[in-house]
């Protein structure tokens, strides 16, 4: 089983809709979760990051956590085309602060 | 803040060269540094976790006398590519995080050894 599972995609979305990015993990003992978006080519941007059960909103993003059925969300509303990316889950790991990232889910908004 | 910067930014090599890739935290210190390759169409691959003052720690498959890293300071870590050779051409990107788990990463290394 891997550690991190994402929906490799692509996910289209048309532009103004809300795109809905899902990741489940497997190490409980994650309190720690981040995703990051990857343009094609370059490093990966911190755009979230949640450690509580529960919704955290900023600006056009929403994350959500559940830790009992250890799955994270990442919710895009009003998705642009700039937001076409790939999306990387990442608990923190149960050893120090090293990451796990799932493969990533690509996302394609369309105009 | 937490900017991350990377040099250089991309570098050719010959076959059996060694290339150095340093990695700053240019407004925070950073306790940590880490290292990543991703080769085209592939998620990040862990290399190697760095403290300062310390012994990097390696994953799993990688050569620590391939990859030499050194993190003399809380703002600088360097990676070294030991005898390149073409399967080493990749994206080397690495990271910094300090107190947390957030890691902010640089902008990226990418080698392509000849």
């Known amino acids: 089983q891997k550690e991190v599972e994402q929906n490799s995609g692509p996910l289209s979305v048309p532009e103004g809709a809300i795109a809905s990015l899902n990741c489940t993990y497997s190490?409980?003992?994650?309190?720690?979760f981040f995703w990051y978006r990857q343009y094609s080519g370059k490093s990966p941007e911190l755009i979230m990051s949640i450690y509580s059960n529960g919704d955290k909103e900023d600006g056009r993003f929403t994350a959500q956590l559940n830790k009992a059925s250890q799955y994270v969300s990442l919710l895009i509303r009003d998705s642009q085309p700039s937001d076409s990316a790939t999306y990387l889950c990442a608990p923190g790991g149960e050893y120090g602060n090293k990451l796990v990232f799932g493969a990533g889910t690509i996302l394609r908004v369309k105009s | 803040g937490a900017v991350v910067s990377q040099h250089p930014s991309w570098v050719i090599c010959k076959s059996g060269t060694s290339v150095k890739i340093e990695c700053r935290s240019l407004d925070f210190q950073a306790t940590t540094m880490f290292w990543y390759r991703q080769f085209p169409k592939q998620s990040l691959m862990l290399m190697a976790t760095s403290n300062e003052g310390s012994k990097a720690t390696y994953e799993q498959g990688v050569e620590k006398d391939k990859f030499l890293i050194n993190h003399a300071s809380l703002t600088l870590s360097t990676l070294t590519v030991t005898s390149a050779h073409p399967e080493d051409s990749s994206f080397y990107i690495c990271s910094a995080s300090f107190q947390g788990n957030e890691q902010f990463f640089g902008p990226g290394t990418r080698l392509t050894v000849l």
């Open positions: 190490d409980r003992v994650s309190q720690s």
